[in-house]
């Protein structure tokens, strides 16, 4: 029996600095979908969809992606954006046919559900009519044959990538946070960490020049290490 792949799930914050992810959004999309029609899709469908998702991302605010990857090689990925006031759309959510049944879409699933619910109280979906069973099963509730939706709760915990900081900078924080600082910081990664009554105890950033940047609720000093630590390995996975 062979061993699981060791797949690692990392945010991506550098789609504008590095077009090739959209490259690699494109690919898994267009093997995807050659897969669920039976037949292959050519080299101008992959450059449409590769436009596609370029244009989106400059187009919607508080956009958020996660990319699975194997041995540096993206195999999957799932992003999203802010759709209404209140709601998230997960937009796309595709792993490649050969890494099926491994779990990978659960988890791209989670980490898109504890982004959004910093922003949004429900995460919506249209949904392939193969996949609509996946997102019952994940808790979405089927309203329109493919299109469905997920109250998020207010009770995750641990370290959260943020995305877009507009709205994270009206959090009511209960310590010091430079936040000239993050606004300065559009395009590098940045992570909080929630505990389970969604309070933020510890804010971690990289900057332009990979320093990496922490505040943390200090009065809670027997947690504080294990908070800087928890950021830092988040961190470290987006070198």
Known sequence: MQPKPDIKIVPIFNQISDPTIWADFARIETSCRTEICGYQHDAEYESSIFGIHKKEWQHYNYNFAFGAFHDGRMVGFSNG???????????????????????????????????????????????????????????????????????????????IPVFEWKKFLHAKIKFGVDKELLRQNKYQPKFIYVNPDSEIEAVGLQTSDKENVFWVNNNKSYMADFYKTQILKELSKTK
């Open 81 to 159: 954006f802010l759709s209404g006031k209140t709601d998230m759309f997960l937009r796309n959510l595709y792993v490649l046919p050969e890494y099926n049944g491994m779990g990978i879409g659960k988890r791209l699933l989670r980490c898109g559900e504890q982004t959004a619910y910093l922003f949004a109280d429900v995460l919506d979906v249209r949904s392939l009519s193969g996949a609509v069973s996946f997102y019952e099963q994940n808790g979405f509730v089927n309203y329109d044959g493919r299109s469905l939706s997920k109250e998020l709760k207010k009770s995750t915990t641990g370290v």
